[in-house]
């Protein structure tokens, strides 16, 4: 069985450097894309849970920056 490649990116160049450079790793950008809007405390919460439980090799220096992204590009507004 074949598996098509995930090699998309996450949208909007610089903006989404640290998204792309920590995240696809594990993750597809479209996985995560279609997740629902929550709210930028929620992302936040996920970052650093798949920081301290699941050992994402994250710098602290990128979680900012990938926050931001996702409480942008997929935030509830809350």
Request: glycine share 8%; hydrophobic share 40%.
């Amino acid at each position: 069985m074949e598996l098509p490649a995930g090699d998309a990116l996450f949208p909007g160049g610089p903006e989404a450097d640290a998204i792309n450079n920590n995240c696809l790793a594990c993750h597809s950008a479209d996985m995560v894309l279609n997740q629902p809007a929550l709210p930028r405390s929620t992302w936040e919460s996920e970052v650093h849970k798949m920081i301290k439980v699941y050992g994402a090799p994250v710098q602290d220096s990128d979680v900012p920056a990938i926050v931001d992204y996702l409480a942008k590009v997929k935030g509830s507004g809350q």
